[in-house]
């Protein structure tokens, strides 16, 4: 398997623009997260689905974010309107059933840049 | 909040010298993981240790959990170069059923 691919694996917008990132998660896995990553507030869990379901969106800062996972193999993150704050490294990483007591594969991150 | 804080926040040590990193967290736990993060990378597993488990055993990695002091290490024995990472542990928040890393160490070893 080619693991948790994402893309793109960087992106620069201006602030006020649309921004999806995307992730599909390892074959068979059930689980899939969405993370942010920043320095100073380290890696934050924003979201994570179920067999597609979204389980828990507490960590979506703001009415801005929303995440969508149509079926297994695809989910998407998307910020509209981008703001320069939300300049981080966004992962997305999936595991299998149970996920939060089994280990995460964690694809290689979009680091995302709002100027 | 994050439930495991990760402890020195940077270590630097030379070439085949051990590394030990240990992590403190809050609550009852199921398990706890390690992860790696190089450079620029996502996350990578190292291991996971169970509530009723001791200690555990992978490769050059040793990990040690205490529950009663709500705490786990990390050894890396003989470094390389190669370790050079952000060392994160991460425990289960169980309100949220989902994993809570902590801030990580930061390791450099020099050749």
């Known amino acids: 398997d080619a693991g948790v691919i994402q893309s793109p694996r960087h992106e620069v917008t201006e602030m006020g623009q649309e921004v999806t990132l995307r992730c599909k998660p390892i074959s068979g896995h059930d689980y899939l997260f969405w993370y942010r990553q920043t320095m100073m507030r380290g890696l934050e869990l924003l979201i994570y689905f179920n067999n597609n379901v979204p389980i828990d969106d507490s960590g979506m800062p703001e009415d801005r974010f929303s995440a969508k996972m149509p079926n297994a193999s695809f989910s998407t993150l998307k910020i509209q309107p981008s703001e320069p704050r939300d300049s981080a490294v966004y992962f997305c990483?999936?595991?299998?059933?149970?996920?939060?007591?089994?280990?995460?594969?964690f694809g290689p991150g979009t680091r995302l840049t709002v100027t | 909040s994050q439930q495991g804080e990760e402890d020195p926040q940077a270590l630097s040590i030379q070439e085949g010298e051990n590394a030990t990193m240990n992590c403190s967290y809050k609550?009852?736990?199921?398990?706890l993981q390690w992860y790696r993060q190089n450079s620029g990378r996502g996350l990578v597993h190292l291991i996971l240790?169970?509530?009723?488990?001791r200690e555990k055993h992978s490769g050059r990695l040793r990990v040690t959990l205490d529950t009663s002091k709500k705490s786990s290490s990390l050894l890396i024995t003989a470094s390389r170069a190669a370790d050079t990472a952000s060392y994160f542990c991460a425990t289960v928040d169980t309100g949220r059923r989902a994993l809570t890393f902590g801030s990580g160490t930061r390791l450099q070893v020099q050749p």
């Open positions: 990483a999936s595991s299998l059933v149970w996920g939060y007591l089994y280990e995460q594969y």
């Open positions: 609550t009852s736990i199921n398990n």
């Open positions: 240790i169970r509530s009723n488990e």
